[in-house]
């Protein structure tokens, strides 16, 4: 199971928008240290890494280690649904191939 909850929505969005042209694809690896991201652009030039500390989220909960392949460019797109004052929670349970966003004023 993983669920974060990150009070800042507007960190999420900003780090999604700067990041989505450089990197398609990427995996998030979720991990009891936090929630990070490693990408070569497609040309292999630049190296895009990220990681958001466990500590930086309101609640942070991640039984195992999980990979998550998502498209940086949908996944920004979704994200200018959420309101910069909105808080962003991430769910997604062990086993399944879904991920699920929700934002909250």
Partial sequence: MLELRLVQGSLLKKVMESIKDLVNDANFDCSSTGFSLQAMDSSHVALVS???????????????????G??????SKMLKCAGNDDIITIKADDGSD??????VQ
């Fill in 50 to 68: 990220l990681l958001l500390r466990s500590e930086g989220f309101e609640h942070y909960r991640c039984d195992r280690n999980i990979s998550m």
């Fill in 70 to 75: 998502m498209n940086l460019g949908n996944m």
């Fill in 98 to 103: 879904t991920v699920t966003f929700m934002f």
